[in-house]
């Protein structure tokens, strides 16, 4: 057990609404991750967090955005929602980073499955 | 540019064959990591392996073993007499220790073992 949690597990809203997925790890992590996954496009980095109230944009942030104001927290926000943002949401956290001999593998939440009709 | 790819996007064998999922990646990093992961039906993502690139010696676990060889690239992924079991999407990853915190993931291989 990675201790991450992701709520909630499923949401179905509509187009314009915003929506808030929640990621919570009890392991201490530093670094957590918000990635989407859609087919043919594996897993697609959306925002990370290197520390409290520190986050920069991944490959797909348009729409987009997270705050972590606390270590276990790291909060993604879609503020009006769109029907390209439907897919699969997997927070994962690591707390080792390019510290040599090994940087940390990540920890997966179990996926929040968003649909936005 | 992608930073790994995974070119095979679907396999299927019959069970107690011999599979290799390939992964190339591209870096120009000297020092960097790379990682295979398994999501089963079920969804979740499972770690599998972790290799450094200082380090090239191959790895053996059970039924699974991973071929590292910098000269290409790639860090091939194989699974020897498959089972059903063994049916899930495979990703691989990497990580570069001079570009920040991101880990970079192929678009995956969906593996299906036939009984």
């Known amino acids: ?117 | 540019a992608q930073k790994v790819t995974q070119a095979q996007t679907e396999i299927s064998v019959v069970e107690k064959e011999d599979v290799t999922l390939d992964c190339v990646y591209e870096t120009r990093d000297t020092t960097y990591y790379l990682f295979w992961y398994k999501q089963p039906p079920s969804g979740e993502l499972v770690f599998l392996i972790r290799r450094n690139s200082f380090d090239e010696q191959n790895e053996i676990s059970g039924r699974y073993s991973w071929n590292f060889q910098k000269s290409t690239s790639s860090f091939n992924f194989t699974i020897t007499a498959s089972q059903v079991v063994d049916s899930a999407v495979y990703f691989c990853a990497l990580s570069e220790e001079n570009t920040g915190n991101q880990f970079y993931f192929g678009t995956g291989t969906s593996l299906t073992v036939i009984p």
């Open chain 1, 1 to 117: 057990d990675a201790g991450i949690t992701q709520s909630p597990r499923h949401k179905v809203t509509e187009t314009g609404t915003p929506v808030t997925l929640r990621c919570h790890q009890t392991e201490n992590h530093r670094y957590m991750y918000w990635y989407r996954q859609d087919p043919g496009h594996g897993l697609r980095l959306i925002h990370y967090s290197y520390g409290v109230k520190d986050t920069d944009k991944g490959e797909v942030s348009d729409g987009y955005s997270v705050s972590r104001s606390k270590t276990e927290d790291f909060l993604l926000t879609l503020e009006s929602a769109t029907s390209s943002q439907t897919s699969v949401y997997f927070c994962a956290a690591t707390s080792q980073i390019h510290s040599r001999p090994n940087t940390g593998e990540l920890f997966f939440g179990e996926g929040s499955r968003l649909t936005v009709l």
